[in-house]
Nanobody, 125 residues
């Protein structure tokens, strides 16, 4: 059974930092992986994705503040979030699929086969 398990969420103040982790169980992830988030009343939006060759793509809203990385040996995906803002408050989900990321990443249409259950990130002002 394939399972993605996120951890590392929590509550921080404006300007704070958090590191999210996502461990993949039941599969060896060789393809594209990513982080998405969904705030109450909003649609889910892409945050960052990373390919098997470690090439990363970021949403404009997080560029320069967030860093996505992966440890293929540990089947683990990470998201380091710095300079957090109240607008970053959301449930953060990790995602994975077997194939590589597309050459051009469109966060509104990219599909993933597997999703985690989410971890809450709350940033207070």
């Amino acid at each position: 059974q394939v399972q993605l398990v996120e951890s590392g969420g929590g509550s921080v103040q404006d300007g704070g930092s958090l590191k999210l982790s996502c461990v993949a169980y039941g599969l060896t992830v060789t393809g594209c992986m990513g982080w998405f988030r969904q705030a109450p009343g909003n649609k889910r939006e892409g945050v960052a994705v990373i390919d098997s060759d470690l090439e990363a793509f970021y949403a404009d809203s997080v560029k320069g503040r967030f860093t996505i990385s992966r440890d293929n040996a540990k089947n683990t995906l990470y998201l380091v979030m710095n300079s957090l803002k109240p607008d970053d408050t959301a449930v953060y989900y990790c995602a994975a699929k077997w194939v590589r990321c597309p050459a051009t990443v469109d966060f509104s249409s990219i599909n993933f086969s597997y999703w985690g259950q989410g971890t809450q990130v709350t940033v207070s002002s």
